[in-house]
């Protein structure tokens, strides 16, 4: 089921790569995507509560559901569906649709092309602070 276009997602940026100024890598999908980018929907649950399910991200970009799917690859629009699991780490999971794959050959171009534009419509988030780790008690 689509999301309303009104609605904010956030993909997470799990390695530094990702927060680089003007890299693309957070919006390019790897071999374990299978072909669905994954976001979270903040009607659900939050930046600051999803990280800490994480080993520590890097940061997240927020992107508009309506402005995703002006964007087109391969004749198909892109789309932004519910899609979540019981083995989903956070709630609210959803998933970008129809991008194109930059492990094909015939498709690097236009995936490059695609997780630029996402890019530029992101914006990025700041990873949470964390509290500093209490000091150790002397041990008598």
Not at 19 to 28: D, G, K, R
Not at 65 to 77: D, E, N, P, S, W
Not at 117 to 137: I, M, V, Y
Request: charged residues 25%; proline residues 9%.
């Amino acid at each position: 089921m689509g999301l309303d276009c009104n609605e904010i997602v956030f993909r997470l940026a799990l390695n530094a790569k990702c927060v680089q100024p003007n890299s693309t890598e957070a919006f390019l999908l790897r071999r374990s995507d299978n072909g669905k980018l994954s976001v979270y929907r903040f009607a659900h649950t939050n930046f600051e509560d999803c990280s800490a399910k994480y080993n520590r991200p890097k940061g997240a970009f927020t992107l508009h559901v309506g402005r995703v799917r002006t964007l087109a690859a391969k004749g198909f629009q892109l789309e932004v569906i519910q899609d979540e699991s019981v083995t989903d780490k956070c709630p609210g999971h959803a998933s970008i649709l129809n991008l194109p794959d930059p492990q094909v050959e015939a498709e690097v171009l236009e995936a490059e092309r695609l997780a630029t534009l996402l890019r530029k419509q992101s914006r990025q988030l700041d990873p949470p602070s964390r509290p500093p780790p209490l000091p150790s008690s002397p041990t008598p």
